[in-house]
């Protein structure tokens, strides 16, 4: 009785004071679902973060074996541009021995045939 006629003159003195005081438990519930909210939230963010992270090494690894079959292939285009070239270099010298002896021997010149003889024996 004491505590009801105490609340009456509160009610009369500061109205605003108690309607404050009789919101606490519903704001203690909606601060409640807020926070579970942002946990939620936070959980989702979070999982997402790692799913991001697994994606970027996925693609990263898969990038990185690009790279090595890539620089693999360049390396074997390489030797074989390098072997195509010694290939090319000598047949060129052939077909000059070719025109320095053969034609020369159609023609039945026997120095200039000495000469180039000489010259191919002496470049090895």
């Known amino acids: 009785m ?23 438990p519903r704001l203690r519930a ?11 939230a936070t959980n989702r963010t979070r999982a997402l973060r ?7 090494r996925r693609r990263l690894a898969a990038a990185e074996r690009q790279i090595r079959a890539l620089n693999d292939r360049v390396e074997r285009l390489e030797t074989e541009l390098r072997l195509e070239r010694q290939l090319s270099r000598r047949v060129a010298e052939v077909t000059d021995i070719v025109q320095e002896v053969l034609l020369p021997a159609a023609n039945r010149d026997d120095d200039r045939i000495r000469e180039a003889l000489d010259r191919y024996r002496d470049s090895f």
Do not use: F, H, N, W
């Open 50 to 56: 790692q799913r991001v992270a697994k994606l970027e």
């Open 30 to 40: 909606q601060v409640r679902q807020a926070q579970e909210r942002a946990t939620a």
């Open 2 to 24: 004491i505590r009801q006629a105490a609340r009456r003159i509160a009610r009369r003195l500061a109205p605003t004071v108690m309607a404050s005081i009789s919101d606490v």
